[in-house]
């Protein structure tokens, strides 16, 4: 399925942003 698969890179990406200590300039 089209969607899951985006939704799924989707989450996997925003997990990635957090794992790294100056992504996107989150505390």
Do not use: H
Not at 12 to 26: H, I, N, Q, T, Y
């Amino acid at each position: 399925n089209y969607l899951t698969a985006v939704e799924i890179l989707a989450d996997a990406g925003l997990k990635a942003e957090r794992a790294r200590p100056d992504a996107l300039g989150w505390d």
